[in-house]
């Protein structure tokens, strides 16, 4: 038997431990990633939510934002809830001067885009192919648009923006399903790591 491939979540700021529960109740080894080479010794990398411009100068810090730009280009799976998935947008609006992301998804995301009124909030979504997803939005951003390359998983009921996509071995989500017990998405993602 093949062991089991390594995920790593990346633990410079955000829900890494919620991630870290999620993923090894799907089956893989989870263990936390803040420096280059914890990154070498992983197989993918989650990046949790939690607060992007903070995530993005902390890789800065550590020295990460290059390795794993590079990762990403060589093909390594990744998957970002909410301020992950800013981090894995190729181009990001409202960002703050400056503002960097590893990038990957050929996308535009929106960060805070769900305005004030409705800072947080719960929905149920339909996600392709895996039926209803209860999702929990956080000032969270939507996905204001998208390459030809990249699959939209799902929309939240509100105007029908993108909150879930896929491009080859890169998932993102506008929620968190690590805070649910949904462990849909993480098999999703568990799924994609295997095949890859
Ligand atoms: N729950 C979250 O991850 C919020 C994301 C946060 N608003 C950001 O811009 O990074």
Not at 140 to 161: F, I, N, Q
């Amino acid at each position: 038997m093949t062991p089991a491939p390594t995920v790593g979540v990346l633990a410079l700021q955000g829900d890494v431990r919620e991630h870290l529960h999620s993923l090894t109740a799907t089956g893989l080894r989870a263990v936390t990633v803040r420096r280059p080479a914890e990154l070498d010794a992983v197989d993918a990398l989650v990046i949790p939510g939690g607060e992007s411009t903070t995530m993005w100068k902390l890789a800065e810090a550590f020295e990460m934002l290059e390795p794993v730009r590079m990762r990403i280009k060589e093909g390594m799976p990744a998957y970002g809830s909410c301020a992950g998935m800013i981090m894995l947008a190729d181009r990001i609006e409202g960002g703050m001067d400056g503002q960097q992301t590893f990038g990957g998804i050929d996308m535009v995301v929106r960060r805070n885009a769900f305005g004030r009124q409705v800072d947080s909030f719960e929905s149920d979504l339909e996600f392709s192919g895996l039926g209803q997803v209860r999702g929990v939005f956080i000032r969270a951003p939507w996905v204001e648009s998208v390459g030809d390359a990249v699959e939209v998983l799902a929309r939240a009921d509100t105007g029908d923006r993108i909150v879930a996509v896929r491009q080859g071995p890169l998932l993102a989500t506008s929620f968190h399903p690590e805070l649910t017990g949904e462990a849909r998405v993480h098999s999703y993602f568990a799924e994609m790591v295997r095949e890859f």
